[in-house]
């Protein structure tokens, strides 16, 4: 039976997690949950799966809420979810909380050596340059559950000889906006941005999926987690979302992952640690399959130089992209930026600064604070 922390329990992935460990009880059990504010929510997890811990990122809750009956003690400070994480009969680390927030929690388990299971693109791209170091010196196993990565995953054969990989192919749905020109892009709206075609997912994500940063951010995660250049990694566009990515391989063979668009099949996947795991899924109907393939919509352009930019330079390039693309995301929601001026923040907070080197947790956390501070001057020069 594997113990399992799982972070972000109340977002969409945690949602999906517990489908995945409710179908398979006597294999995994619950040891802890961790989240961000969203007691009722908690509340139904824990009275479902009664984990030993539970940890509130929050620190303003409702000490009233009836949680708090059944777990008096609920972790909140950074002290106590490391001490958490470190417990030695922890087996698993799911990191899904959303954005940068969640660097701390994968950080934590990597130090620790655990198996993590990464949702958290963001912690990889701003932080790869220390994560993936350490990770080798503790030992400690990054499983991904980014359906690409996970797809990539699968796709490798175990005894990864990268010499054999001629290249690596992430498929994008290319979201909602996949048709539009980059002039159009200037009359969407957030609801329109928040209706992706294929996939249900958490709100930033969904926006990302919009931009088409959230391929950015894809393409530095795989460039980190299977160490390959940048120049071997293509993007294309995959409206139907079957084809999750694909691996070339230098003697003309690719292999594909394929399933219908559902979190459920990379987590299980990357929860079967020994064998694989069955869960309930709608299998792919074969005879009525359309697959079609596509570039990268015209006018996106920029933006994945800028992420080609962070691959070959690394540093302190990929938490100022993170962060750029997190403040303006945040101010598009809030309807204080337009949809393009999604692109403007972000490349002109990146052009801001040099790449420098980053040699501890705390300088990403210094160029993360900066690249804020030059994200939020860009959106007030916009108005
Ligand atoms: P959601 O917004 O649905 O959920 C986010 C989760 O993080 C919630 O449980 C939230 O808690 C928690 N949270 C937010 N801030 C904090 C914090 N400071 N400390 C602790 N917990 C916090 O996001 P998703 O589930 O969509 O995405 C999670 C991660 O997985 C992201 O990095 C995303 O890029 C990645 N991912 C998601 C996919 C998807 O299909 N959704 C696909 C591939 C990757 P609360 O709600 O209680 O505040
Ligand atoms: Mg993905």
Redesign the pocket.
Known sequence: MKKIVL????????D?CLNVIRQNKKHFHLFAI?????LD??QKIAKEFNPEHI?V??SNIDKSHDLLQSYPNILNTEDELQELIQDPCVDIVIS????F??LK?SYFAIDAGKTILI????SIVAAGDILMPLAKIKNSEIIP???EHNAIHQCLPLQRNLNEISKIIITASGGPFRKKTFKDLSSVTLEDALNHPT???????TI?SATLV?KCLELIEAHYLFQIPESQIEIVVHPQSIIHSMVTFIDGSSIAQMSNPN?EVPIANALSLDERLSIDFEGINFSELNLSFESIPDGREIIFEMAREVCKKKGSLGVIFNASNEIAVEAFINKKINFIDIYKVIQRTFEHFQCSKVSTLEDIFEYDKQARIQAEKVIKSLH
């Open positions: 972070l972000g329990a109340t977002g969409s992935i945690g999906s961790g989240l961000g504010a969203n929510k908690a940890f990122a929050e899904a909380i959303s954005g927030a969640g929690a949702a958290n693109k963001e559950v980014d359906s996939w249900n997912m958490g709100t930033k994500i990302d959230n979190m």
